[in-house]
């Protein structure tokens, strides 16, 4: 049994920053390499970031990049998705995502685990 839930989420002015957070059991932590995704109403599920099980290796969406820091504490068996600058385009469903292997990737397809989502709304 692997669990994933998110927080952090919320209403934030464009041009502000939110911190989401996603706290894994059930699984070792350090082995598995973890993404974020998110899905804006009536689109398509798309990547954002992903790190690797060290913590070492990560990926943006070019959507992201220079904006969005992922990382990782494995003490606390948490990953969290710093998000500054935000645009009203970020608004969307933030899901995390957890995989049976430490490499990062960036396809839907590659995870094997999923949270629930949490919400955040970007107001212009």
């Known amino acids: 049994q692997v669990q994933l839930v998110e927080s952090g989420g919320g209403l934030v002015q464009a041009g502000g920053s939110l911190r989401l957070s996603c706290a894994v059991s059930?699984?070792?932590?350090?082995?598995?390499?973890m993404g974020w995704f998110r899905q804006a109403p009536v689109k398509e599920r798309e990547f954002v970031a992903a790190?690797?099980?060290?913590?070492?290796?990560?990926y943006y969406a070019d959507s992201a990049k220079g904006r969005f820091t992922i990382s990782r504490d494995n003490a606390k068996n948490t990953v969290y998705l710093q998000m500054n600058s935000l645009k009203p385009e970020d608004t969307a469903v933030y899901y995390c995502?957890?995989?049976?292997?430490?490499?990062?990737?960036?396809?839907?397809?590659?995870?094997?685990?999923w949270g629930q989502g949490t919400q955040v709304t970007v107001s212009s």
């Open positions: 995502a957890a995989r049976k292997y430490i490499v990062a990737v960036t396809t839907t397809s590659a995870y094997d685990f």
């Open positions: 790190i690797s099980g060290s913590g070492g290796i990560t």
């Open positions: 059930g699984r070792t932590f350090s082995s598995s390499a």
